[in-house]
């Protein structure tokens, strides 16, 4: 059975601090997918990026990055500069290559005060 | 600009009624899911649909059922509401592996209240 898991309910921190999202995952396939959504309080799911198991090469988008880590089945997920913006749930997903669906974690609250 | 619409952002409806959450999508997907959200426990799949007429169970399908007659429309049916129910509904479309692996796209959500 595949699993998601984001230790981190709930971080606040102070805008421009850097923060860490934690996502650790298990699964029995080879080749897999994994995923980070964004879901402001409005609601709606934002996805953020997709990354596959055999491309290790960690990832930037200004001021988000992912570090993908094989060898301990991470996929962290670091906002430099935080803003008051970035307040809102984050989900790390797993895609289940059987049957075509998203295992999530339990989503992490990231809170940006001024 | 993609889109998946649901009918309804708020519901409220009272125990035993029957409900029906509607799902849009506009992306010609052949893959339809409902998810329901609650606090400490993330996004449980409830059912999926591959295509029109068709149907899975995810991992919490008790109390619900599902309709696909048409390909753009997934109906999550909730036959006699109850108050464990109240939950933010949130339905999203994907198209098949073949294509690719591509991320979901998701609604903005229901959120139901069941009094």
């Known amino acids: 059975a595949q699993k998601v898991t984001q230790a981190q309910t709930e971080i606040s921190v102070v805008e421009k601090e850097d923060v860490t999202l934690d996502c650790v995952y298990e699964?029995?396939?080879?080749?897999?997918?994994l995923f980070w959504y964004k879901q402001p309080p409005s609601g709606e799911l934002v996805f953020l990026i997709r990354?596959?198991?055999?491309?290790?090469q960690n990832e930037i988008s200004g001021r988000y990055s992912w570090n993908f880590q094989k060898s301990t089945s991470s996929f962290n997920f670091t906002i430099t500069a935080s803003q008051v913006v970035d307040s809102a749930v984050y989900f790390c997903?797993?895609?289940?290559?059987?049957?075509?669906?998203?295992?999530f974690g339990k989503g992490t609250m990231l809170l940006v005060s001024p | 600009d993609v889109k998946v619409t649901q009918s309804s952002r708020y519901l409220v409806k009272r125990t035993g009624e029957k409900v029906f959450l509607e799902c849009v999508q506009d992306?010609?997907?052949?893959?339809m899911f409902w998810y329901r959200q609650d606090p400490g426990l993330g996004l449980r799949l409830i059912y999926f649909?591959?295509?029109?007429?068709?149907?899975e169970k995810g991992d919490i399908p008790e109390g619900y059922s599902v309709s696909r007659e048409k390909k753009e429309r997934f109906s999550l049916i909730l036959e006699s509401a109850s108050t464990n129910q109240t939950s933010m509904y949130l339905c999203?479309?994907?198209?098949?592996?073949?294509?690719?692996?591509?991320?979901?796209?998701f609604g903005q959500g229901t959120r139901l209240t069941v009094v």
């Open positions: 999203a479309s994907s198209p098949p592996p073949g294509r690719g692996i591509t991320e979901a796209f």
């Open positions: 699964t029995r396939d080879t080749t897999y997918y």
């Open positions: 990354r596959n198991s055999f491309d290790e």
């Open positions: 997903a797993l895609f289940n290559s059987g049957y075509s669906t998203l295992t």
């Open positions: 992306m010609d997907h052949e893959n």
């Open positions: 649909s591959y295509d029109v007429k068709m149907k």
